[in-house]
C-alpha cells in the first residue's frame, strides 16, 4: 500500500455546526456533526453540507501495481493506471506488454484514437493482444487470428493424491475440464485445482472407498474466450468460483448463447 500523508480540510455550510472526525484511513474518514459539543447534545436540524479536500504525496520512483514500470513513467510517459497492473484489461501486465510492442507501443493499430499499449484488441479482430501475443498472432494484423478455440486434449492417471500436470505450454487464462474414461458406474469424482497459466492438479475422490488406485482421466484445456466456428457452432469456455453448498448458484455467460441449448462440459471443484 503507498504510504500517504494525508491532510483533510472540510468546509461546512449551515450555521457552522461542530465537526467530528475519526478512523482516518487511505480510503476515508467518519464524521459526526454535533450542535452543542459540550452537552453531548446532537443537532438534528437540516442536512449539513460537508466538503472535503484531500491532499496526498505519491512517491513516482515507486512501482505500486508491480508491473515493471515506475509510477512516474505509467504517468509521464505510458498513460497506463499506475494503481493497474493490467491497465486495458488485456491480460498482460503494462510491463510485458510493452516488451512485447517495443517501438509500436504508441502506435495505433486500428485506428480507434487508442495507442496500442491502451487498446485491449489494437487490431479489431475480436481476439485480446494478450491472448494474441500469448499464442503468437499478431495483435496489430486483423487477418492475423485464431481460426478456433485455442485449445488441446490430454489423458493422465489420476488416483487419490493430487499430482501435477503441465500443458506443455503458456495459457493467458485456461479453463480446465475432466472426466474418467470408461468409468461410468463408479462414484468417484474428478477434482481440480490450482489451474495456472503453465499447467494445473488433479485427482479422484470417492468418499465411501478411500484410496483409489489410479485410473485414466482424460481433459480437455481451452483459452477461455467466445469462439464461432466455420459450421456456425458457438464454443464458450469461461471459469467461476463457489463454495461446496446445498444450493444452485447461478453463473451467466459472459455472452448469451442465440443458437439451440447449449451441451455441457464442466469440472468439480479441489
Excluded: C, K
Amino acid at each position: 500500500m503507498l504510504q500517504f500523508q494525508v491532510a483533510l480540510f472540510f468546509l461546512l455550510s449551515y450555521l457552522s455546526p461542530h465537526l467530528f472526525l475519526r478512523d482516518l484511513t487511505w480510503s476515508g474518514v467518519e464524521a459526526r456533526i454535533t450542535r452543542f459539543p459540550q452537552s453531548g447534545f446532537t443537532y438534528f436540524g437540516a442536512d449539513n453540507s460537508i466538503g472535503f479536500i484531500a491532499l496526498s504525496y505519491l512517491p513516482l520512483d515507486l512501482d505500486s501495481d508491480g508491473d515493471g514500470f515506475t509510477d512516474r513513467d505509467e504517468l509521464q510517459i505510458y498513460g497506463t493506471d499506475p494503481t493497474l497492473t493490467d491497465s486495458d484489461g488485456d491480460g498482460l501486465g503494462d510491463g510485458d506488454e510493452a516488451a512485447e510492442w517495443g517501438d509500436s507501443w504508441d502506435g495505433d493499430a486500428d485506428n480507434d484514437g487508442l495507442v496500442n499499449i491502451l487498446d485491449i484488441d489494437s487490431d479489431n479482430d475480436g481476439y485480446n493482444d494478450g491472448l494474441e501475443f500469448t499464442h503468437g498472432f499478431d495483435p496489430a494484423d486483423p487477418l492475423d487470428f485464431p481460426d478456433g478455440p485455442i485449445m488441446r486434449f490430454g489423458t493422465v492417471q489420476a488416483g487419490s493424491e493430487w499430482q501435477s500436470v503441465s500443458f506443455g505450454r503458456v495459457y493467458l487464462d485456461p479453463v480446465v475440464v475432466a472426466n474418467p474414461v470408461g468409468d461410468t458406474f463408479s462414484q468417484a469424482v474428478v477434482s481440480i485445482r490450482n489451474v495456472v497459466s503453465t499447467g494445473f492438479q488433479i485427482r479422484r475422490v470417492d468418499e465411501g472407498s478411500g484410496d483409489l488406485d489410479p485410473a485414466t482421466v482424460s481433459y480437455i484445456v481451452m483459452e477461455r474466450g467466445t469462439y464461432t466456428l466455420p459450421e456456425g457452432e458457438q464454443v464458450i469456455a469461461e471459469h467461476s468460483t463457489q463454495r461446496a453448498w446445498s444450493i444452485y448458484a447461478q453463473h451467466t455467460f459472459s455472452t448469451p448463447f442465440s443458437g439451440t441449448l447449449p451441451a455441457w462440459m464442466t469440472a468439480g471443484p479441489g
